[in-house]
């Protein structure tokens, strides 16, 4: 949990806040979000909950329903999940294509770093290690996407809120796939450095099929 205001009624405290009562579902899929209350509960004017809330809009963690307010979006279904990274195949294989074909090799240091930190991770409660190793993650695929030089792709993927979805449902799942991700991230590092197409194409294919089996528990 967060225990402190570090910076008073800030925008980004309470979207903060939200977002990791979101993750642990202290407000679960689909509940209303009372601003009132919330207010009183957290000691904050209404202004920096508002901008939050549109901020946790953008990024579809949650709804506004028209004369109804807010409310948590809903989780996806298996179904919507593996078409979410289906997409994810498509994209991320046309930019490691492209990062091979231009010979942009330097962003594998990056993904190295990133890949490195999720190895290690260690946070104070298990909300926090999955919020903390989401964002890793997240910041490998943006990495190789933003390299793969196309930035309508890249925004089109961002737009998805892939890992924002996943880390929902590590919530249901109980726990983040510490060893399995990260060796498979330096698979794919391996394959951007010796400049091998197939390998690079099968290893990011893999990867995400494998998330999509430990994410709904598939064998």
Known sequence: M???????E??????????????DWSLSPGEKINIRNLTREISISA???REALSRLHS???VVLEPYKGY???????DENMSKMLEARVLMETYAIQNIIRTNNLSVAEEMTRLTEQ???????TPNKKILDFTHLDQQFHIALMEAGGNNFLCKAYEGLHCHLHIGRFYHVRGEVDQREAPSEHLEIIEA???RDVLRAENAVSTHIQDSIKRLLRKE
């Open 71 to 77: 409310r948590v979006s809903d989780i996806l279904d």
């Open 59 to 61: 990024e579809k963690l």
């Open 47 to 49: 202004i920096p909950l």
């Open 10 to 23: 800030t925008t980004e405290y309470v979207y903060n806040l939200l977002k990791e009562r979101i993750f």
């Open 2 to 8: 967060i225990r402190e205001k570090e910076r008073g």
């Open 118 to 124: 999720m190895f290690s991770i260690h946070s104070d």
């Open 192 to 194: 951007i450095r010796t």
